[in-house]
């Protein structure tokens, strides 16, 4: 099967990096599905659950918060804030991080804070669901 480079860098650590047979990605403008040989391009990614395909058929999960996605001759690079694997998210820490987000809205804040209270609640609401749903 065709396969193509993958490297997923978050700010901290290298997530993954390898051939793939495809990544699924949450966009902006909904999830994109890249596949070997795809055109080249640059993709917004949103908070949410990036699902790779190795070359060895096997899934790996990360939930990942927003940056951007390169697609350059067959080689595509995901830079994200963050990005862990379903299993090790402290789903405490994320219910108390959603917690203090959904009170932060209900205060008057700046046009600047509410940005980024919101993107704060997106990230522990992404973080919670990904857990309950890919945890083994």
């Known amino acids: 099967m065709n396969t193509f480079y993958l490297k ?15 990544v699924n990605l949450p ?13 080249n391009m640059i993709i917004a990614v949103v908070d949410g659950v990036v699902e790779i395909t190795t070359q ?18 067959n080689r ?3 830079l994200v804030d963050t990005a862990e694997r379903p299993e090790d998210i402290d789903v405490l820490r994320a219910r108390e991080a959603q ?5 932060q809205m209900r205060q008057k804040q700046s046009i600047k804070e509410y940005h980024h209270t919101q993107a ?17």
Do not use: P
């Open 120 to 136: 704060s609640l997106a990230r522990a609401m992404s973080r919670l669901k990904a857990a309950s749903r890919y945890k083994h």
């Open 76 to 78: 595509v690079t995901v």
């Open 56 to 73: 060895e058929n096997e899934k790996v999960l990360a939930v990942v918060s927003t940056g951007l996605t390169q697609v350059v001759n």
């Open 27 to 39: 966009a902006s403008d909904g999830g994109r599905s890249i596949l070997a040989n795809h055109e």
């Open 99 to 103: 917690e203090r987000a959904e009170e």
């Open 8 to 22: 997923v860098i978050a700010s901290d650590k290298v997530f993954f990096e390898g051939r793939c047979l495809a």
